[in-house]
C-alpha cells in the first residue's frame, strides 16, 4: 500500500507532533510551525526566528520549540509570543535539532554537532532542558541524536543516534537524568534512523531517509515492516489519529535547504497500520 499525501507545498518538513487531534510540525527551512487537521486544513501557523526543530509542550500547554540555528528553545506563550526558555549554546555548537518532552515538562534535545561536508563527524551531548529553562548534559558521547521517544509509562527514553546506525535506550530516573544506555536495535548502513516514534508493541517505526522506507523495528526481531517511499525521502514520522493507527509522514525530496526552497516538494502523508502509538511525542 501507498502513502496518501494530505498536505503539499511544504519546505522541509520535520518533527511531527499529534495533540489535540492535530498534526503540529516544522517545516524547519521555511522558519514554521504548522498545525493541520487530519484532513489537512490548516488549523494554525507560526514563525520561529532560527528556524525550527523539535516540538514539545509544557504542562501548562505551553509550546516549546527548538531553533536550529539560534542553539535554544522557545517557548509559546497564551498570547502566542516567543520567548526564549532554554540557551543551548553552552554546550551545543551546531544545528539543534529534535526534541522529546516528558509529562513533566522535561525535554531532552539533540544536535548535529558538526557541519556536514566542511568537517569530520563529531560526537556531541544530549541535553537535558528542565521546565524552567535550566540546561544540563543527559547524555555525552552522542553522535547525531535525532528523533526521541518516551515509552507509555515515562521510565525509559530511546533516542535515534543517525550516524551510528542504531536505536540506544535509556533509563529515565525520578529527577529526569538518564542511567543504563544500551542498544535497543542495531540498523543495516542504508537505514540511518532520523525521526520515530512508538507503538503499543514496543516497536518503533523509523523514518530513514537514505533507505526511502520507513521501517518498524523490533527490540528482538530488527526490521519487522517496511513502507516505501518511491524517489522521495522519509523524514519523520508520527502515529496520531482518532485511534492513533495513522502513521503520519514527512516527506521531501532533499535536506538541501536552498533546493528545497526553490522546489516546495515536501508533503504530509499518511498510512493507517494496525498497532496504534503510545508514549511520547
Known sequence: MTLDRIYEELVFPECPRWRDGALWFSDCHDGRVVAIAPDGRLLDSFGVPGGPSGLGWLPSGEALVVSIADLCVYRRQSDGSLIRHADLSSHHRFHANDMVVDDRGN??????????????????????????????????????PNGSVITADGGTLIVAESLRHRLMSFTIAADGTLHDRRLFAELDAEAIPDGICLDEAGCIWVASPRARAVLRVSPKDGVVDRIDTGATRPYACMLGGADRRDLFVCLADTHDAAVARKARSGAIAFRTVDVAGCGRP
Do not use: H, I, N, W
Open 107 to 144: 525535554g531532552y534535545v539533540g544536535e548535529v554537532g558538526f557541519r556536514g561536508g566542511l568537517e569530520a563527524p563529531k560526537s556531541t551531548v544530549l541535553l537535558l532542558v528542565r521546565p524552567d529553562g535550566a540546561v544540563s548534559v543527559a547524555a555525552d558521547d552522542m553522535l547525531t
